[in-house]
Structures are given as structure tokens and as C-alpha cells.
């Protein structure tokens, strides 16, 4: 195929203006995500193959076939391919450090031991790394203070139908783990043998502790407990516009117990958006305490 042809075939299968407007326009109604004006790439490539895979040659007609009221579940792909799912274990890992170290303490009051139960949400917790890296977190605190006699559980969602089946297998590369202490993969890991050498699986331990929900986060009513303790919601608000996030903190505001905490990413910020939170910190936002 000569340049030149190469060049007018892309140009007629370029995604148009019209087209590009109207993907985003489903992307933000299910989802929220904010594509803006400059993604046409990034939204092209991401559903191209996709596309192909239905034998729909053109952008237009898979439009089209987006309209259609019988594909459904076509919407929830298209949502999966281009939701953003970078993740690592122990990512941010101060964070995790602070939840440890300062907010545990705090809520469980080790002195007293007045916590009964303790839950902790991983809101968009993509392929289950963020998740398990706080159930081990909550795992460690526990260990050290056996005398605690608190229940706990972390749940997680995300979006993503892809993103939340790995995070059920529970598998990862150990070249990926990226553990702040090696002590933690004999702990909390077992290893692979045989076509799984180089792989690691969540023990059974720490994987019952986390329990994983399909769930768009703009959704009206969450199947999920109503209070918790802490919400991680991190490096998620940047995909949004102002009001979503608004929305979106306020919502988790609601779920939160008074006195909880909700953790943002380093990327976030709330400094621009009406909230009730009072900030203490690091990406750390404190809910009110109950009136007595």
C-alpha cells in the first residue's frame, strides 16, 4: 500500500467531529468520565479494535449501532476499553503508611477498643491492587496489636467488568507487587509453580477480607453497607469536571461515618469544589464528627 493510499484510507476512516462528539457524549452519561476535545486519538484507538471485531467499517455506522436499543451491554465495552485502569500495589504507599499508623488507631481507640467493626471502601478500585494493598494494610495493624478484637472488611468496586474479573483471580506478576517490606509476599502471597512460575496469588486470608461489586460511582443508591470508616477514592476525580466531582464527594461525604476519613489521590484535588470535608492533610479529608 503506497503512502499516499495509506493516507486517504485513515483520512476516511478518521473519526469525525460529529462522531467523536457523540461517543463522549455516552461515555460521560454512563460513566462521567470528561473525554473533552482533545482525545479523538486516545478514544479511536481504544474502541478501533473493538469496532473491527463487529465487522462495523466505519466510524459512523458503529455510532449507529451504539443507537441501537438492543445493544446494551455494548455500551458496558465500550465504558471497559476506555476506562483508565493504572494501578499499582502499594501505590502512594505514605498513604497506606498514614492509614496504618494514625487513622486505625484513631477510629479503633486502642486504649479502649471501642470499634467493633471497621470498614474500608476501595471505590475505584480497578484490577484489585489498591484494595488488597489496604487489607494487607489493615492485616499488619491487627497483627501488631492482636489485643484488638475488631472485625473488618474492605470492600471494592470499580467500574470496569474487565478490571474487576482480575481483581477476583487475584494473580499478579511478583515482578509487579512492588511490597515495602519482602516479609509481606511469604505473609500475604502464595507463589506460582509450573505455567504459574512468576505469578502470585492474594492468600485466602487477606482475599475473603475484600469483597468486590460492580458499581458506577454516579449511580443513585450504592448496594453497598452505608457507613464506613474510610473511603479510599484515589487519582479517580482528575477524569471528572467540576460538577461530577462535587457530586461524586458529596456522595461519598454521605456514605462516610461521622468521623470518617475519605483519601484522595495525589492528582486530586478538592480545593476548587464545594465540600463538607474538613482537609487534615496529605489527601486526607475528615467528615464531622456526630454531635453529642
Known amino acids: 500500500m503506497t503512502s499516499t493510499f495509506q493516507d486517504k484510507v485513515l483520512q476516511e476512516d478518521a473519526l469525525s467531529t460529529e462522531d467523536y462528539q457523540f461517543l463522549c457524549s455516552i461515555v460521560y452519561k454512563q460513566s462521567r468520565i470528561n473525554l473533552g476535545d482533545k482525545k479523538k486519538s486516545f478514544l ?3 474502541l ?12 459512523k455506522s458503529y455510532c449507529q449501532f451504539l443507537k441501537s436499543t438492543a445493544v446494551e451491554t455494548e455500551i458496558d465495552i465500550l465504558i471497559d476499553l476506555i476506562a483508565t485502569n493504572h494501578t499499582s500495589f502499594f501505590r502512594e504507599n505514605q498513604q497506606l503508611k498514614r492509614v496504618e499508623e494514625e487513622i486505625i488507631p484513631t477510629l479503633v481507640d486502642i486504649d479502649r477498643n471501642r470499634l467493633k467493626e471497621l ?13 488488597y494493598s489496604l487489607a494487607i494494610t489493615v492485616s499488619e495493624f491487627f497483627r501488631k496489636n492482636q489485643n484488638l478484637k475488631t472485625n473488618w472488611s474492605v470492600y471494592a468496586s470499580d467500574i470496569s467488568q474487565k478490571a474487576l474479573k482480575i481483581a477476583e483471580k487475584a494473580i499478579y506478576n511478583e515482578t509487579k507487587l512492588n511490597l515495602p517490606d519482602p516479609e509481606l509476599l511469604e505473609r500475604y502471597f502464595s507463589r506460582g509453580l509450573k505455567s504459574y512460575t512468576g505469578k502470585c496469588r492474594i492468600k485466602k486470608s487477606i482475599k475473603d477480607k475484600v469483597r468486590l461489586k460492580r458499581i458506577n460511582l454516579f449511580q443513585p443508591i450504592y448496594p453497598l453497607p452505608h457507613k464506613y470508616h474510610i473511603i479510599l477514592c484515589r487519582n479517580t476525580l482528575i477524569y471528572f469536571d467540576r460538577k461530577s466531582q462535587e457530586l461524586l464527594v458529596s456522595k461519598l461525604y454521605n456514605q462516610l461515618d461521622p468521623g470518617g476519613y475519605l483519601v484522595v489521590g ?4 478538592l480545593a476548587l469544589i464545594k465540600h463538607q470535608f474538613k482537609s487534615i ?3 486526607f ?5 456526630a454531635e453529642s
Open 44 to 46: 479511536s484507538s481504544r
Open 281 to 283: 492533610g496529605g489527601g
Open 119 to 131: 470498614k474500608l471502601w476501595s471505590a475505584a478500585c480497578s484490577s484489585g491492587e489498591e484494595p
Open 48 to 59: 478501533l479494535g473493538r469496532r473491527n471485531s463487529l465487522h462495523i467499517d466505519s466510524w
Open 266 to 269: 495525589y492528582s486530586d484535588s
Open 285 to 289: 479529608f475528615q467528615k464531622a464528627e
